[in-house]
């Protein structure tokens, strides 16, 4: 499997492109603030042909460049419906004093075509079957992306960082709800599935249970 990811923008949001092998299919994964160039950088090198955009959650950090690459390559994003509206109004997922003079130049455009998820059954794209779940809790919508096989990986976006659990912010985050999505996610996914979180260094499932102590199998 090819993983390339690198931190994009001023929020150093992780953007994930994915592959079962260079010179064939890939996806890409929360293509933030000006990811679109090193997206393409990546694409050229490995010889990709980028299938579709899966977001993990709608806030602007992860969907910031979403409807540019969508455009350039013509192909859909994949969003659960209940964080759609913030790829044309990225504020309905901010709190109040949030500053808005950093929305300045975010696209506020959907792509031509978008996909709900999860989808009835797993996503097969790049090459590589992946099974799309719902984690409510950082937000209403938030999805993590689980790849099974030899070298299992999951997508956790903000709901699950390395050392700690993500954040819950009015008005669309609920602690208690965001707490149970990574306990499920903790209790079903084997320790060694390798996590690949939206902001700051991978580790794995069995490292980041530990360092957060409570979220017991």
């Known amino acids: 499997m090819l993983i390339e990811s690198f ?16 010179n064939g299919p890939c996806v890409i994964v929360d293509p933030g603030q000006r990811a679109s160039d090193r997206i393409a950088e990546v ?11 899966l977001a ?4 602007m950090d992860h969907t910031w460049d979403v409807e540019p690459v969508c455009r350039q390559y013509g192909i859909p994003v994949h969003v ?10 990225p504020t309905a997922g901010l709190p109040a004093d949030f500053p808005r ?3 300045r130049g975010y696209p506020g455009v959907e792509p031509d075509e978008v996909a709900p998820l999860p989808p ?12 799309a779940v719902h984690a409510p809790g950082h937000t209403f919508g938030s999805v993590v992306f689980l790849l099974e096989g030899e070298r299992p990986i999951v997508l956790t976006g903000d709901t699950l960082l390395a050392t700690s659990v993500g954040r819950a912010v009015h008005p669309i985050g609920d602690p208690a709800e965001l707490v149970g999505s ?8 084997p320790d060694h599935t390798g996590l690949l979180p939206g902001h700051g260094p991978t580790s794995t499932i069995g490292a980041a249970r530990k360092a957060i102590g409570e979220l017991r199998r």
């Open 120 to 131: 009835p059954g797993p996503l097969v794209l790049g090459g590589l079957s992946i099974t």
């Open 56 to 59: 993990t959650h709608g806030h």
């Open 101 to 103: 003079d950093v929305l």
């Open 43 to 53: 694409v050229k090198r490995h010889r990709l042909v980028p299938e579709a955009v």
């Open 80 to 89: 659960h419906p209940l964080d759609r509206p913030m790829l044309t109004q």
């Open 182 to 189: 990574v306990t499920r996610i903790c209790a079903v996914v």
């Open 7 to 22: 931190p994009a923008g001023d929020f150093e949001t992780n953007c994930y492109v994915l592959a079962a092998d260079i």
